[in-house]
């Protein structure tokens, strides 16, 4: 079965920087795109960040010029650098194959000020 698991969660400061990852197994993230979302309790959850097939790449505007996702084939792992965080920025944060549907269970990404 296609398993995602997310990675990378942690309590950070405003400022500072964490790298997400998410590894997959039963897929092949290189024939499909993946996206970034996250999610506060109470709120919707919200699209981050996707790259495609071609690895092209397109971010939330609340993101922009602060967060970069990647993928390595070779690891099967697509990545999210955030930088310049902000408390705006906590939540659960899980990442999507956009052509299968599968999610992954979150990672906690928590910003403190």
């Known amino acids: 079965q296609v398993q995602l698991v997310e990675s990378g969660g942690g309590l950070v400061q405003a400022g500072g920087s964490l790298t997400l990852s998410c590894t997959a197994s039963?897929?092949?993230?290189?024939?499909?795109?993946e996206a970034w979302y996250r999610q506060t309790p109470g709120k919707k959850r919200e699209w981050v960040a996707t790259?495609?097939?071609?690895?092209?790449?397109a971010y939330a505007d609340s993101v922009k010029g602060r967060f970069t996702i990647s993928r390595d084939n070779a690891k099967n792992t697509v990545y999210l650098r955030m930088d310049s965080l902000k408390p705006e920025d906590t939540g659960v944060y899980y990442c999507?194959?956009?052509?299968?549907?599968?999610w992954g269970q979150g990672t906690q990404v928590t910003v403190s000020s």
């Open positions: 999507k194959v956009l052509e299968d549907g599968f």
């Open positions: 039963g897929i092949v993230f290189s024939r499909n795109g």
């Open positions: 790259i495609t097939t071609g690895s092209s790449t």
